[in-house]
């Protein structure tokens, strides 16, 4: 079956620390792969795809993932975050068609001052 | 204004009620679409419109009715809803629905049903 998986709920980090969050998913063949991002009371906005190429991709707000292929992870990276960065993450996995996009729970990052 | 806007940004109804979310997208976008947002759980993707026809409805209770009159506006009509319904709602518009993934979100309407 496919499934896209964000094993951690919620993740607290320090301001200025580097963040990694994981996402690992299943699927029948090489999907297309991306990070959105949900700020308090906003809506989901991109923060980076991956569709083919170079595996390290990069987004905005300074943010980075990197396709595993061989590890079935898309995993999302910052060297330092920052407190405006507090919000909820999700991973999604897709192909052929937005509609078909298949979404993880999500991963709420919390920043300590 | 620009983006995708939904309207209202909070909706209280009763079981009873009837009541609509709209939803207006001034990128245009060709498809457009409603999901379903629970805490700690994955969207779930509840109708997808292209140039105005549904393409998508992912066994959506009858209780949740879409229209989509042109590709800049769609609604979602609610009647005889359930508590569990309580969740927020998120409109979407991409450029087409092929894969490209990017999706524009509005803020979402957060639905309370008593």
């Known amino acids: 079956a496919q499934s896209v998986t964000q094993p951690d709920i919620h993740i607290t980090v320090s301001e200025g620390a580097s963040l990694e969050l994981r996402c690992n998913y299943s699927y029948g063949a090489t999907p297309y792969l991306f990070w959105y991002v949900q700020s308090p009371g906003q809506g989901l906005q991109l923060l980076l795809k991956y569709f083919s190429g170079d595996t390290l991709v990069q987004g905005i707000k300074g943010f980075e993932a990197e396709f595993k292929r061989s590890q079935s992870s898309f995993n999302l990276r910052k060297p330092s975050v920052h407190w405006s960065d507090a919000a909820e993450y999700f991973c999604a996995v897709g192909a052929y068609s937005n509609y078909q996009l298949i979404w993880g729970a999500g991963t709420k990052l919390i920043i300590k001052p | 204004e620009t983006g995708v806007t939904q309207t209202p940004r909070h909706l209280v109804m009763g079981m009873t009620n009837k009541k609509s979310l709209k939803c207006e997208q001034h990128?245009?976008?060709?498809?457009m679409y409603w999901y379903k947002q629970s805490a700690k759980k994955p969207l779930e993707l509840m109708f997808v419109?292209?140039?105005?026809?549904?393409?998508e409805n992912n066994s959506v209770p009858s209780r949740f009715s879409p229209e989509c009159p042109n590709s800049s506006h769609l609604f979602l009509h609610l009647h005889t809803l359930q508590p569990e319904d309580s969740a927020l709602y998120l409109c979407?518009?991409?450029?087409?629905?092929?894969?490209?993934?990017?999706?524009?979100f509005g803020e979402g309407s957060r639905l309370t049903v008593l």
């Open positions: 990128l245009g976008h060709n498809a």
């Open positions: 419109y292209s140039l105005e026809e549904r393409v």
């Open positions: 979407a518009s991409s450029l087409g629905t092929e894969g490209t993934g990017e999706l524009f």
